[in-house]
């Protein structure tokens, strides 16, 4: 899902949740931020499309040094993350700080922002309600061997990717997308995961542990 997809998701969700009743319920903020995992973690040092936000409250924007995928204009602002920088940043952060990376319409609710500002700051504490749900990473180290990838070859528009159990499959090359996970549930070194997605089976994608493992692996060979 694309992420102008993610955020009208995770808008709808909160405003619902802010309509429930009263504002600042950290309970309802936890039902509504599960819509919102797919760009942030509550781990710490999980970052995924957008910073953890493990330990958010009181942090300055665009400090934190495990994410390196901060706009210039977020760097800049001097915004100290509390009650009153989240309101405004949840309310409309293209306003808030123009130029930023945030692919988010903002919420208008009131309730609703408070709501989900109640449940970032008892996070931020260590206390998230159970409802909220940080997404799990697949673990490629322990795929089958049927996506454990052994060699790559390229012959004219098509990869052809054999996988442990010694069989190939070929793939149109735009198909195909080469990515990296470097994390602790990423591929080990050396030994590349495919990845299904979705359609008919005709596209995939392949995880190296390590950007050069990409060049090194792939073999003309007509």
Not at 179 to 185: E, I, L, M, R, V
Not at 213 to 221: G, K, L, N, T, V
Request: hydrophobic share 40%.
């Amino acid at each position: 899902m694309r992420r102008p997809a993610i955020a009208a998701l995770c808008a709808t969700a909160l405003l619902a949740a802010g309509e429930a009743g009263a504002a600042g319920d950290a309970k309802r903020g936890a039902l509504a931020f599960r819509s919102c995992v797919a760009c942030h973690s509550l781990e710490p040092g999980q970052n995924l499309t957008g910073p953890t936000l493990s330990g958010l409250w009181g942090r300055k924007a665009g400090a934190l040094e495990s994410f390196p995928r901060y706009s210039g204009p977020l760097q800049r602002s001097g915004i100290v993350w509390n009650e009153k920088t989240l309101d405004a940043w949840l309310r409309d952060p293209a306003a808030t700080v123009p130029g930023n990376y945030m692919s988010f319409p903002g919420i208008a609710d009131a309730t609703a922002r408070a709501d989900l500002i109640a449940f970032l700051e008892s996070a931020s504490r260590g206390e998230a309600p159970a409802a909220a749900r940080t997404q799990r990473l697949p673990n490629l180290r322990s795929a089958p061997q049927s996506a454990r990838v052994t060699a790559i070859r390229y012959c004219r528009n098509t990869y052809f990717v054999t996988n442990a159990a010694d069989q190939t499959v070929p793939f149109w090359e735009f198909n195909l997308r080469f990515k990296t996970d470097a994390g602790g549930t990423g591929p080990a070194p050396g030994e590349p995961v495919l990845v299904g997605q979705g359609m008919q089976g005709d596209r995939a994608q392949i995880v190296f542990s390590r950007p050069e493992e990409i060049s090194r692996f792939i073999r003309e060979q007509c």
